[in-house]
């Protein structure tokens, strides 16, 4: 029994190759494989094309990693074609990550130059600095963006280092976790932060407290401190006595960045504050908890 029959003549041209069902074949000069769909009689076969490797989803082609929702990279498999049958496209490897020209895995595709961080949203982790009674105040908190990557809410395909921050006021030094944020490539990044919190003044005649994010960018000897956001609630009313509100303060900004910059947001109150009672609360709301994201523009 014969278990294979060969009906397509194949030609060898100076290390091309040449497929077709009929006598002949002219291979293009920039071709290494040319398949050619025609046949000589439409009577004895319809036209054939080619079935590539397929698989079912996106997140079913290879060297997909489910702990950061992104896809690791081999730069000797640029350049793999694979078709996935839940949204009929092909696929292209370009040695870092999958594209199909499409945005039709949505999830993927709008987080693919983006990390997101986020409280952990239970009500329990609300951070706040207060000035009681006091002239000189000057105590600062970084914030807490403690929320597990879970691929969805909170996800990092820039590769961000989130660590522990250091604030030193008056030759003191607090360790605060999950709020410093260290860029592993260099580049031109929007920021875009968003802090509930609530601000309460009894009596205060100068400024209350502020939510800040703020950069250390290296220069060669030392990273130099510049303050990219601030956001500042007047609570005051009538000569500062007596005001006390809640917002929900979102800002965007863009900077360049080196590898091993920074950032740290932070509740910062004043160094010299003349205030009977101040208080400002990062809150921590399970429908709208704090965040910070990062997209790489270039």
């Known amino acids: 029994m014969i278990g294979l029959v060969l009906t397509m003549l194949t030609v060898f041209v100076n290390g091309q190759i040449g497929i077709t069902k009929k006598n002949s074949i002219s291979v293009h000069p920039h071709a290494a494989i040319q398949i050619d769909a025609e046949v000589e009689d439409l009577a004895q076969s319809s036209y054939k ?22 896809f690791s990279e081999d730069v000797a498999m640029e350049g793999l074609v694979m078709y996935t049958n839940d949204n009929a496209l092909y696929n292209v490897y370009d040695g870092k990550s999958w594209s199909n020209g499409d945005k039709t895995d949505e999830a993927l595709n709008y987080q693919k130059n983006k990390s997101r961080f986020a409280s952990i949203g239970n009500g329990n982790e ?6 009681v009674l006091l002239l000189f105040c000057g ?7 403690g929320k597990e990557n879970d691929g969805i809410n909170v996800y990092n395909n820039l590769k961000i280092q989130k660590d522990i921050a250091t604030i030193e006021y008056a030759l003191i030094k607090k360790e605060h976790p999950n709020a410093k944020f260290t860029f592993t490539d260099d580049g031109i990044y929007e920021i875009t932060m968003s802090v509930p919190h609530y ?3 009894v009596v205060s005649l100068t400024k209350t407290g502020k939510i800040q994010l703020r950069a250390y960018n290296w220069n060669g000897s030392k990273f130099v401190e510049t303050t990219l956001m601030d956001f500042v609630y007047d609570a005051n009313n009538f000569l500062g006595i007596g005001g006390s509100g809640t917002a929900g303060q979102s800002e965007t900004i863009s900077a360049t960045f080196a ?7 932070r509740l910062d109150s004043p160094g010299a504050a003349v205030s009977v009672g101040s208080e400002i609360k990062a809150l921590d709301l399970p429908f709208n908890p704090r965040e910070i994201i990062f997209t790489k523009i270039r």
């Open 49 to 70: 094309g080619l079935l590539l490797p397929a698989v079912s989803t996106f997140k079913n082609l290879p060297l997909y990693n489910a702990t950061d929702n992104n």
């Open 126 to 131: 609300q951070q706040s600095v207060v000035c």
């Open 139 to 145: 105590r600062s908190v970084a914030l807490d963006f």
């Open 199 to 201: 601000i309460a003044d």
């Open 259 to 265: 590898k091993g910059d920074y950032v740290v947001a």
